[in-house]
Structures are given as structure tokens and as C-alpha cells.
């Protein structure tokens, strides 16, 4: 029996040593061509919010003026929240500045969005490592949307790398309304005491923005996230 366990768990290892292996040499080619497309922003969020929701209307108009200004939109190119910077890149004319870094491995992960095929450019990667790599790595800044535990997930790789300097430092904005963030925020940065302190420690929040889309316009928006990476 233990021989039987012994095999198995070698050809496991063997076939994700493969996987290893595979990742590696795609994600290689696939950065060096993200660095040739030139300026790029992340952009992380829900699938489920659509182009009737006030997020997916800003989003697109900010990426918009930013698609205008040579800043192409990184996204999971997904519907929803990842669709919507895309659309904005449509709406500029500038369908080349759309970039979908897609889940090829999640068999619930929906079909590319209509605006990425348009003439963007797309990657599909074969896990998360690699997929967030494609994501985060070289981008001026990054937008954090509404979202469930997909768009978690993301956040909390994003900022312990960029806490630990696996990142260069790019300033990052949560965007919302009605406290989605902020709410979470102040939840985890009250102490819980001398002993433990906060569940997160604000300091690790010192990158981030909070970005209300019912108070900030969307050409307010760009012009403070433009100052901010020193774009004119």
C-alpha cells in the first residue's frame, strides 16, 4: 500500500514539476511581450457587475481618457468589471490598448470579452502564479473594483508583494461606493488589542486610495491618477 502511495505521489509530482516547467517558459514570452506593448495599468474586479452598473460606466470612461493618453487596460478579460475598461479602449478607437490576462485553467471562467478580440491582445495562463505575474508585473498603477473572492484573492497578492518589494511600487486605488472598501478597511485595521493589534496593519494600506465613483467624476479620476504616476 505504502509502495502504491509512494508512485503516486512521485508521477504527481512529476506531472506538476511538467507544469512547472511550462509556466515558466510561457510566462517568460509573455512578459517580454507585455513590456513591448508599452504603458499598461491593472484593472481587478467583479464579472458580475455589467454595463448597466455606475462602476462598469466610469471604468469605461476612465479608460477611455487613459487609452487616449498611450495607457492600455490590463485586465482578466472577463465580462463585467474586467469588460468594462476594455470597452473604454473601444470607445478611444484604440482596441490595440485592451490586454486580457485570462484564467486558462478555471473551467467556470466565461468566454473572452467582445472588446479584447476586437484587435487587443490576449494571454491565457495556466495558473495563478503565473496569471497574477501577468497581472501585476509592470504596470504603473493598479484599480481594485468591487468584487467576491477571485478579486480578493488578487488584492491581498498584490499588496503583500508590493510590501515585501516583489513589486515596484505603483500606486493602487480601491474603488467604490456605498463603503465596499472602506468598511472592509476600517474592519481590519481596528486593533483587537494590545496582544494581537489589527488584523491588517494600516501601513499596509499606505500605497492605497479610496476612490468613490458617486463623488469622483471619471476625468477627475484620470487627471489625479495621471499626476500621480508623473503621465501628462
Known amino acids: 500500500m505504502t509502495k502504491l502511495l509512494d508512485i503516486s505521489h512521485a508521477s504527481k509530482l512529476d506531472g506538476h514539476l511538467d507544469r512547472v516547467a511550462y509556466s515558466s517558459q510561457l510566462l517568460q514570452r509573455v512578459l517580454s511581450t507585455l513590456k513591448g506593448i508599452g504603458l499598461q495599468g491593472t484593472w481587478l474586479g467583479s464579472r458580475k457587475l455589467g454595463p448597466d452598473s455606475p462602476e462598469y460606466k466610469w471604468c469605461a470612461e476612465v479608460a477611455r481618457i487613459l487609452a ?106 480601491f474603488v467604490e461606493r456605498d463603503g465596499y472598501w472602506s468598511q472592509k478597511m476600517e474592519f481590519f485595521t481596528q486593533s483587537l488589542g494590545e496582544e494581537l493589534g489589527p488584523r491588517i496593519s494600516p501601513a499596509d494600506y499606505d500605497l492605497t486610495k479610496n476612490v468613490n465613483v458617486r463623488e469622483m467624476s471619471p476625468a477627475d479620476f484620470a487627471t489625479m491618477l495621471l499626476s500621480d504616476i508623473g503621465h501628462s
Open 68 to 173: 487616449e493618453k498611450g495607457i492600455a487596460a490590463k485586465t482578466g478579460g472577463g465580462p463585467g468589471l474586467m469588460e468594462a475598461p476594455h470597452y473604454g479602449c473601444h470607445l478611444a478607437g484604440l482596441p490595440q490598448r485592451a490586454i486580457a490576462v485570462c484564467a486558462d485553467f478555471l473551467n467556470t471562467e466565461e468566454d473572452v470579452n467582445p472588446y479584447v478580440l476586437k484587435g487587443g491582445h490576449i494571454f491565457q495562463m495556466p495558473d495563478f502564479n503565473s496569471r497574477h505575474d501577468g497581472l501585476f508585473f509592470g504596470s504603473l498603477f493598479h484599480i481594485i473594483l468591487p468584487g467576491r473572492l477571485g478579486t480578493i484573492h488578487e488584492m491581498y497578492d498584490l499588496l503583500n508583494r508590493l510590501k515585501h518589494g516583489l513589486l515596484a511600487k505603483a500606486p493602487v486605488y
